[in-house]
């Protein structure tokens, strides 16, 4: 019996200067791509309708600008728009639960408007959103949670905020500023340092 050739491990790197142009192409200034994934939950989804935004800094406390963040959440009603969720049946037509939303160049800003996720029973977790960032210097994409300052009862219920610390515990609660419209939360993510956001390993 022969042994079958090993193949190297292809050398990692990170994400280098070119997010944008594979990633968010129209950020990057290239016309003619459809924008990919900024629809998170469509135009049927029942809920309240939030804006959120924020910005990432590095150790240094310097805004990174070329960054981009996928999103994952459930609907209102706490349902994943995936087959493996008991209640996917009952997700509304257009609601993916998940988007790609990128850094402005010029400001460093991040942006999105979705619905308010609903409490995932099966989990026991609050509503959160669900956040993977990359950006160049990053090796590893970076996993983390936004969790809802209005929700103190179910965040005091949630098993991974009790897993923390008190004081990491308040990197992943977003801080809201309601307007005229809407309801609105800023997220900013700190990569290093004494405020690092708590990034989970998953």
Not at 12 to 24: F, K, R
Not at 40 to 53: L, S
Not at 85 to 112: I, N
Not at 175 to 188: A, I, K, M, S
Request: charged share 20%.
């Amino acid at each position: 019996m022969t042994r079958p050739n090993l193949l190297p491990q292809t050398v990692s790197q990170t994400a280098g200067p070119y997010v944008h142009i594979g990633l968010a192409p129209d950020v990057a200034g290239l016309r003619g791509f459809a924008p990919l994934g900024t629809d998170i939950a469509g135009p049927h989804a029942k809920g309240t309708r939030i804006r959120v935004e924020g910005r990432i800094y590095d150790g240094e406390g310097a805004l990174v600008k070329d960054a981009m963040i996928e999103v994952w959440q459930a609907n209102a009603a706490g349902i994943y728009a995936h087959p493996g969720d008991p209640g996917y049946a009952g997700v509304e037509v257009g609601f993916r639960g998940w988007g790609r939303v990128a850094w402005s160049l010029e400001t460093g800003l991040w942006s999105l408007e979705t619905v308010r996720p609903g409490v995932v029973a099966a989990q026991g977790s609050a509503p959160h959103l669900s956040l993977w960032i990359v950006a160049r210097g990053i090796n590893s994409g970076l996993h983390t949670r936004m969790y809802f300052p209005d929700c103190a009862v179910e965040n005091a219920a949630d098993p991974l905020l009790a897993a923390l610390p008190g004081d990491r515990r308040q990197t992943l609660i977003a801080d809201q500023d309601d307007h005229e419209g809407g309801t609105q939360y800023r997220f900013d993510i700190v990569l290093q340092g004494d405020a690092e956001t708590v990034f989970l390993d998953v």
